[in-house]
């Protein structure tokens, strides 16, 4: 079964400190790679995607994520996080042969501290 | 410019009642529409998807169902809820056409509780 994984269930990160992500996906077949973000008691919002071309995407907020297909991997990234980044992200992926439905990780609680 | 809402925000509900959540796009026509549920300290679970009126796929098997009566239209619903039930429910929608071209926008959420 297609599954996708982040690696780190909690990561917490001193404030101005950068902080990286951890998603894995099962399958090397055509996928288009997404990532959002939960703030307390709220949907999430999409930070970025990857559909194609460029292996390094930039979203919102100053977050960025690569794509690497041999390691099936879309680690997401960000050189200097601040107080209000303190939420949940959370790596899904759109595995073609699925047709459109997502298939989301568990999920990582960034915990930024002063 | 394409919205998504979602109601009510919250909801306390005791076993057995029934339950309609209402979710509702603006800005786009004939969108793909989902149905999610996040329970306590878990991940996203799809729960049902619409690609047009009147077509509802469900992917787990549970005490609850969907409908969608207009094009940016979709409700959950139960005839009698389970503790179970309880949870953050979450509405989404697409656009992308093409198999895997879907890229999903989520609305605000209801929080259910069932005592």
């Known amino acids: 079964a297609q599954s996708v994984t982040q690696l780190d269930s909690q990561v917490p990160v001193f404030e101005e400190a950068p902080v990286e992500l951890r998603c894995n996906y099962s399958?090397?077949?055509?996928?288009?790679l997404f990532w959002y973000v939960q703030y307390p008691n709220q949907g999430l919002q999409l930070l970025l995607k990857y559909l194609s071309g460029s292996t390094l995407v930039k979203g919102i907020n100053g977050f960025e994520a690569e794509f690497n297909k041999s390691q099936t991997s879309f680690h997401l990234r960000k050189p200097s996080v601040h107080i209000s980044d303190t939420a949940e992200y959370f790596c899904?992926?759109?595995?073609?042969?699925?047709?459109?439905?997502?298939?989301f990780g568990g999920g990582t609680r960034v915990l930024v501290k002063p | 410019s394409q919205t998504i809402h979602q109601w009510p925000a919250t909801l306390v509900q005791p076993v057995g009642s029934p339950l309609s959540l209402e979710c509702t796009v603006e800005g786009t026509s004939n969108p793909n529409l989902y149905w999610y549920r996040q329970a306590a300290g878990r991940g996203l679970q799809l729960l049902f998807y619409?690609?047009?009126?009147?077509?509802i796929s469900s992917e787990v098997p549970q005490n609850l169902s969907a409908s969608r009566p207009q094009d940016r239209q979709f409700i959950l619903s139960s005839k009698k809820l389970l503790l179970s039930d309880s949870g953050f429910y979450l509405c989404?929608?697409?656009?992308?056409?093409?198999?895997?071209?879907?890229?999903?926008?989520f609305g605000p959420g209801t929080r259910l509780t069932v005592l």
């Open positions: 399958s090397s077949v055509s996928v288009y």
């Open positions: 989404a929608f697409g656009t992308g056409k093409a198999v895997g071209t879907d890229t999903q926008y």
């Open positions: 619409s690609v047009g009126i009147g077509q």
């Open positions: 899904a992926v759109t595995f073609k042969a699925a047709g459109n439905k997502l298939t």
